[in-house]
């Protein structure tokens, strides 16, 4: 654990000096030192929630990907298309195992924002001032729906080890910068890669942006299946509409059973109504 440990804080302190040399880049440093002021609330919850995952989540994420692989290589199942995928060459495995992992990415993300699961996913839409680090801030319950999901559709295909593992250190550090506060937009690339501008957007708290631009890596995703959305301004407000919504990494992680037993005690008392029983 400890150099789990150690390894972390090296990531997240060269992390650190290359957004801030990219934020200086693209806003300037009066932008950047304003921008420091209005969110050390943010930063302090988003470290947190960097160091929780370290040590607690990514162990368990890990065996839970691992454990598909080697219950299929136990059985002797074998992936699904990993002959085809065996007879490409090595840079079309890795673009194809990139895109094929962003698609099922996009799926599930566009699952976590259904009514029942958004209250684990608020979370992640929670930094009213979205930056780079905030690509850290999921809900446990969200890292462990996501992972399942993903590792139970792509594994299987058969993808060998060295693509799934490259897929995922790419698409990591993808998701870092398109959170990044710089504003970029990709000129017509925007429209198949996901761009900081594009993404931004994604976490608008600005009811015409819900629901819009899933993918991590492929805005083109998005493109063919309806979520495009870029305006050419840039985003307002950012979080989420309930003003209710917890500020600390304790309250957040509480949050979503909160929700769903109110829900579910407002179910109940309303089938008491109907069934003739007074409520309480």
Not at 142 to 155: D, K, Y
Not at 242 to 266: E, N, S
């Amino acid at each position: 654990m400890l150099e789990r440990l150690a390894d972390g804080i090296q990531e997240l302190i060269v992390l650190a000096a290359l957004f801030t040399e990219l934020s200086l880049l693209a806003r300037g440093m009066t932008s950047l030192r304003t921008s420091w002021r209005n969110s050390l609330a943010e930063w302090r919850v988003n470290l947190i929630y960097y160091f929780s995952d370290l040590i607690l989540l990514v162990p368990v994420l890990t065996s839970m990907s691992g454990g598909i692989d080697s219950f299929m290589a136990g059985h002797g199942l074998k992936g699904l298309a990993a002959d085809e995928i065996a007879s490409l060459p090595t840079w079309a495995v890795l673009i194809l195992a990139v895109a094929v992992s962003d698609l099922i990415a996009y799926w599930v993300h566009r699952v976590m924002h259904i009514s029942w699961l958004w209250p684990v996913h608020a979370a992640h839409h929670s930094d009213r001032a979205a930056n780079w680090l905030t690509l850290i801030r999921f809900h446990p319950l969200n890292r462990f729906i996501a992972v399942g999901l993903s590792a139970l559709v792509f594994v299987p295909l058969g993808f060998p080890v060295w693509s799934v593992v490259a897929s995922n250190w790419i698409r990591h550090f993808y998701g870092y910068f398109i959170h990044a506060n710089v504003g970029w937009r990709f000129g017509p690339l925007r429209y198949v890669l996901v761009s900081p501008h594009l993404h931004r957007w994604h976490h608008s708290s600005d009811a015409v942006a819900f629901d819009r631009n899933f993918a991590s890596v492929f805005a083109l995703y998005d493109v063919i299946f309806g979520t495009f959305y870029s305006p050419k301004h840039e985003a307002g407000a950012l979080g989420v509409s309930d003003p209710a919504y917890p500020g600390t990494w304790w309250g957040q992680t509480l949050y979503p059973f909160r929700v769903w037993v109110r829900a579910l005690q407002g179910a109940v008392w309303r089938d008491r109504g109907r069934s003739g029983v007074p409520a309480e």
